[in-house]
């Protein structure tokens, strides 16, 4: 009784500022993971998706990813984003650049030992900060409450940066 209190209190506090901002979409991340459609991704759902990712990453099945074949997973994905999106094609393009070249950008980072190669150990890092930074309340079960709280979390980060840039 008093975890639904908590959680029924936690969604209340994040509604006023995460969910305003994006009435319409819900989290990326749980659309992305959740296989089995409960609404929610447990980290063995995320375990097992990002297998099979980093399987269907690796074009030539050589056991590790290039630039070109990270890059060209991420860009078939962001084009269905495009896709079903509603902007204009000039901001599509705008969006597309941008996101291509912080592909690039995220290879290098995720890249440790700058082999340019990237394995399944250092892509399984990056996956686990990914699934840790949504996994708000760390149960390690990333429900909608934690996505939104993360959004809310990011949300007010960017504006902090945008106001220090400024
Ligand atoms: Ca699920
Ligand atoms: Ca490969
Ligand atoms: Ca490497």
Request: proline fraction near 1%; glycine fraction near 4%; charged fraction near 35%.
């Amino acid at each position: 009784m008093k975890t639904m209190f908590c959680l029924t209190a936690a969604l209340l506090a994040v509604t006023g500022s995460a969910a305003m901002a994006a009435p319409h979409e819900g989290s990326a991340f749980i659309h992305d993971y959740d296989a089995n459609h409960d609404g929610q991704v447990a980290r063995a759902e995320f375990d097992a998706e990002r297998n099979t990712r980093f399987k269907a990453t690796d074009a030539n099945a050589d056991g590790w990813l290039s630039e070109e074949e990270y890059v060209g997973e991420y860009r078939a994905r962001l084009e269905q984003q495009l896709a079903a999106s509603d902007r204009s094609e000039e901001k599509k393009t705008e969006e597309r650049q941008r996101q291509i070249r912080q592909a690039h950008v995220r290879f290098g980072v995720l890249d440790k030992d700058k082999d340019s190669k990237m394995t399944q150990a250092e892509y399984d890092a990056s996956g686990a900060r990914a699934f840790a930074e949504q996994d708000n309340d760390k149960d390690g079960i990333v429900t909608a409450t934690d996505a939104a709280a993360t959004a809310a979390r990011q949300l007010a980060a960017r504006n902090a940066t945008d106001k220090a840039e400024r």
